[in-house]
């Protein structure tokens, strides 16, 4: 995370993991399917991702799913929840910015997430036949699974889902001369 962004060594990894959990549950998994995405967790718990699927998780993965942790963790290193009231955070040898202040900021974050997701996405576009997965989620995957037991490089959370249509239908309209 800190190669890819401004985030510094100091951040809570207790703050830090629900983000990345919840940034690889709505703006990760949501856009390859379920079917790839668990495709790439089980060879990341089997040491066995290797080819196009380290290329797409190296490459393009990792940078989007930076991005929207950082744009999932913003909120949180503003603001807590202490003793069941919710405080701005305050130290001694800084000052807060305002709540327009990070949402300002928040949108610039969003923007190079939205950047990378891209990239993602248009790289599975032009590679499509080279991760089978995109094409084989069912309906029952759009459910939620609490039961899954998910946690690796991402520390994935137990949300499943399928391939955006977005990407289907971008997938299905690309020239039969790209691979």
Known sequence: MKQYTFINGSVDPNIFKPCAILAQDEHIQQVIGTDLFNKILND???NTLSGNYLTLVD????KAVAW???YEL???LYMKTDNGSIVVRTSDDSTPISSQDLQNYRDQVREKAQFYTQ???DYLCFNSGLFPELNTNTLQQLSSNPKANRS????IGSRTGTISPELARMI????NNII
């Open 119 to 121: 990239r993602m996405i």
């Open 74 to 76: 913003l909120p949180h």
């Open 44 to 46: 990341i718990r089997n």
């Open 59 to 62: 490459s393009y993965m990792l």
């Open 152 to 155: 690796t490089i991402f520390e």
């Open 172 to 175: 299905s309209n690309k020239p």
């Open 68 to 70: 929207w942790t950082m």
